[in-house]
């Protein structure tokens, strides 16, 4: 029950992980739009300058968003070699969304980040977010027969799921939800 429930979530919330966040809300009666939600590496660069400039409001203000996730600035911050950075945001605006969020830190210090899966995951979503599936596939290579450790990891494998899906090949989908599901528990 609990990996369908998982495949459930993933399936719904996927589609935002690849797809990009929602547009913003416009206030009513507001005439100019929101402002759209800081990209992760705008995100990753603000947390260093709240940091820097010891804004714990900013920090905090910063670590409560939903978009960019949270998990995938702070995985950034380790990428960039700042693990203090990294553990003050996981901590600065607790919630149950990233209550594991600074054990997966702890898990994760120390070890190489790799880039490549980093950059076809972004190729991917670029592709996903451009209505293009196969060219998401093909960003993401060939599937990894070992199951993901890591946050762009288990995106990876949810990408991959994703086009599959947007390409009607729901059956071969299955297995890389199910995947990034075990991954994220």
């Known amino acids: 029950m609990r990996r369908i429930l998982a495949l459930v979530v993933l399936l719904a919330l996927g589609h935002v992980a690849i797809g990009g966040p929602p547009e913003p809300a416009r206030p009513a009666g507001a005439s100019t ?4 939600p800081l990209t992760i590496e705008e995100a ?16 905090k203000a910063l670590s409560a968003k939903d978009y960019p996730d949270p998990w995938l600035v702070a995985d950034q911050l380790l990428a960039r070699n700042e693990p203090a950075a990294a553990d003050r945001f996981a901590i600065a605006a607790p919630r149950k969304a990233i209550e594991r969020l600074p054990a997966y830190l702890v898990a994760r210090r120390g070890k190489p980040t790799d880039e490549a899966v980093r950059r076809s995951y972004a190729e991917a979503n670029d592709a996903m977010v451009a209505g293009n599936p196969t060219a998401a596939l093909e960003a993401l290579g060939p599937p990894d027969s070992t199951p993901p ?14 086009a599959l899906a947007a390409l009607g090949r729901f059956e071969e989908s299955v297995p890389h939800f199910l995947s990034a599901a075990d991954a994220a528990e």
Not at 149 to 162: A, N, Q, S, T
């Open 44 to 59: 990753t660069v603000a947390v260093l300058a709240a940091i820097e400039a010891k804004d714990a409001v900013a920090l």
């Open 149 to 162: 450790v890591h946050v762009v990891g288990v995106l990876h494998v949810i990408g991959r799921g994703l």
């Open 33 to 36: 739009p929101a402002a759209a």
